[in-house]
């Protein structure tokens, strides 16, 4: 078995265990990027997290829940400052816009993770974290 199905089994099994209410919805826009964009929501113990999620044009189906929370968890996984997050995704940082753009996303990570660990609680968070990392 390959390592990132061991995780993706692993991440499912802790959803399933969790019985997280999940919801999305396809939004029709008129960008001609081919991406797919859907308002999604969970909801656990009384608390609900609410965001959009976009997809590639090539994954033709619908965002399940173990697929977000991947995505979800990566975002989270923001810790450092904003230029070790720079360095670790990429970000050109050499004019104003690239700036701005890199603040936006730093921020956006930020804000997921602090609603993520506010839903979920330190330990469970960690635990979601772990299976998605190894």
Not at 3 to 19: C, N, P, S
Not at 43 to 65: C, M, N, R, V, Y
């Amino acid at each position: 078995m390959e390592t990132r199905d061991f995780e993706q089994e692993m991440l499912v099994d802790i959803l399933e265990e969790l019985d997280l209410e999940f919801t999305q919805e396809h939004i029709e826009t008129n960008h001609h990027n081919l991406s797919r964009l859907f308002n999604v929501s969970i909801s656990f113990g009384g608390k609900i997290f609410e965001t959009h999620f976009t997809q590639g044009s090539a994954i033709t189906e619908d965002p399940e829940l173990p697929m977000v929370m991947e995505c979800l968890l990566s975002d989270a996984s923001t810790e450092g400052d904003i230029l070790e997050f720079a360095g670790e995704f990429g970000f050109e940082i050499s004019t104003h816009d690239q700036r701005e753009e890199l603040r936006r996303v730093h921020g956006q990570c930020v804000k997921t993770r602090e609603s993520l660990l506010d839903m979920f609680g330190e330990e469970l968070f960690s635990r979601l974290q772990y299976s998605d990392r190894n």
